[in-house]
């Protein structure tokens, strides 16, 4: 196992982040729910910020030593690592994918 593979094998640790793990104890308090969706969608917006800038930087490192910008087989580790969560999983993979892409032929 290399060290991607064993970052993306490992759930992030949410209580850092002052995230309940056991969405059963939360109440059932709609306000707070909420405050909670915010929370993780301010987590996960900065987190694909990262991910488009990083996934970016890779693709120019490669082509600066004459590589492809784009490599299949890590793609598909990416669409597999997503499967767990079905069609939409896919989809948010190829996502991803297509924003660390950005324009191509640029
Ligand atoms: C970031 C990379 O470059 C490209 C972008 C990928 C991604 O955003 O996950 C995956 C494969 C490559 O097409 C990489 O090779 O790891």
Known sequence: MNASDDAAGSPIDLSSYGLS?????LPDEIDELRLEIDRLDAIILGA??????ISKKVGRT??????PRLV???EMKVLQRFSELGQEGHTLAMMLLRLGRGPLGR
């Open 62 to 67: 490669r082509m600066a030593s004459g590589g």
């Open 48 to 53: 694909i910020k990262r991910r488009t800038a």
């Open 21 to 25: 793990s056991d969405v059963d104890d």
């Open 72 to 74: 299949h087989s890590r």
